[in-house]
């Protein structure tokens, strides 16, 4: 028998309508002999409305209360799928992360898990029961509810499924799977069979939304395979799993797009030791994530920095960076909200060279002007224009035979 994780995103639990068809769903996979433990987002938009109506209270919400308030959605979900499940004769028990031990750090709004004892979904899986975990949160060392950050019942079901030794963890969303690249932007787009943990990774780092980062992370770290798919057509969707690309495959999985992010250039730095110390630790103080970070060689004593941060920390971001280039004596600051970072992503990069060239090769053909790069062994992102990101995608897109199913491959070096 095997034991499944399967977890349903806020999208597939949104109404009765989507509520009755999981437990239909879940009814099913039990039926095939499986035991299974389902975690629950909340549901449709409840998490971004409980946010919105904390803003209506109060400018201020201490983390604690802030967390208190968020975890109710994940429960809403996890004792309605039990009542649609008991119609179903299917025998299932809620629990909250708390109940099942879901340990995770102080930090409210981001805590991360620290252990997952699973001893109650256990002793309920062996009485035959169905257990239901509310997902996104955890208890925390020192006994505070706590949320694991936005998206993050993707976590706690791999985790879940990692303590459990579950046989596979299936991520239910409202797409079919992960795809070679936005199909908003790139209409060609085509689902993937399967991806490795660090081309996801590499993905969830440059943007895509499907699976929340850590998640991934965590997948990675205890081999858990996750398979990608969706709670609308049921079908198979994309497998993520430890397996390395045999020769055969494609070298480039995908182009990845991201429009979440904006720049902030420090004009006339001095170029001395110290000075990014001086100017990135404030911002990893405040919790900015700074991600791209490029740094001009000096003419005459200074340097231009520049770098990219979540739109949403813009303001904190500009603030600290103003206050530290006045300190010291930069010679301004600017910023610029309408850029877009696009990646490609392959683990056959590290064997095929050649890649970055051909990708600025696309990019200069297409008229797109790049004005910051950044690589992994399996990643080479750009930032470019907001404006330019659909040309420049499709074009990449294309370039790199994705469109037809076919990728790009770099002629192999010439046998001696
Ligand atoms: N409900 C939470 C959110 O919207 C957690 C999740 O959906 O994974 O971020
Ligand atoms: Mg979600």
């Not at 604690?64 to 959605?73: Q, V």
């Amino acid at each position: 028998m095997a034991l499944i994780v399967q977890k349903y995103g806020g999208t597939s639990v949104a109404d009765p309508d989507r509520m009755r068809a999981v437990a239909d769903h879940v009814a099913f996979t039990r039926r095939h002999g499986n035991d299974v433990v389902v975690v629950v987002s909340a549901m449709g938009k409840s998490t971004d409305n409980l946010i919105k109506l904390a803003n209506e209270v109060s400018t201020i919400q201490p983390g604690r209360e802030l967390d208190m308030l968020l975890t109710t959605g994940e429960r809403v979900s996890m004792a309605l799928l039990c009542m649609a499940l008991a119609e179903r004769e299917v025998p299932a028990m809620s629990f909250t992360g708390s109940q099942v031990g879901i340990v995770t750090d102080a930090a409210h709004g981001k805590a991360k898990i620290l252990e997952v004892k699973g001893d109650r979904v256990r002793a309920s899986l062996s009485d035959g029961h169905v257990c239901v975990v509310a997902g996104f949160q955890g208890i925390s060392t020192d006994s505070e509810i706590t949320t694991l950050g936005r998206g993050g019942s993707d976590t706690t079901a791999v985790a879940l499924a990692a303590a459990l030794e579950a046989d596979a963890c299936e991520i239910y969303t409202d797409v079919t799977g992960v795809f070679s690249a936005d199909p908003r932007i790139v209409p060609q787009a085509r689902k993937l069979t399967k991806i490795n943990f660090d081309e996801m990774l590499e993905m969830a780092g440059a943007g895509s939304k499907v699976l929340a980062l850590r998640s991934v992370e965590f997948a990675r770290n205890h081999d858990v395979p996750l398979h990608v798919r969706s709670s609308f057509t049921w079908e198979p969707g994309t497998w993520v799993t430890s397996e390395e690309p045999s020769m055969e495959d494609p070298i480039i999985s995908g182009v990845v797009t991201d429009v979440s992010e904006a720049k902030v250039t420090v004009l006339g730095v001095p170029d001395q030791p110290g000075i990014s110390a001086a100017l990135f630790e404030p911002l990893a103080d405040a919790n900015v994530n700074v991600d791209m970070i490029v740094q001009n060689t000096s003419t005459q004593g200074t340097t231009d920095i520049s770098f990219t941060v979540p739109l949403a920390d813009m303001g904190v971001a500009e603030d600290i960076v103003r206050r530290i280039a006045d300190e010291i004596g930069a010679t301004g600051v600017t910023h610029d909200n309408a850029i877009a970072k696009l990646s490609l992503v392959g683990a056959g990069m590290k064997t095929s060279p050649g890649i970055a060239a051909k990708m600025f090769r696309t990019l200069a053909d297409t008229d797109v002007n790049i004005e910051m790069i950044s690589t992994s062994t399996i990643r080479i992102s750009v930032v470019i224009a907001e404006a330019d990101l659909e040309r420049a995608a499709r074009s990449l897109h294309a370039a790199f035979g994705l469109d037809s199913g076919q990728s790009y491959g770099a002629p192999l070096p010439e046998r001696t």
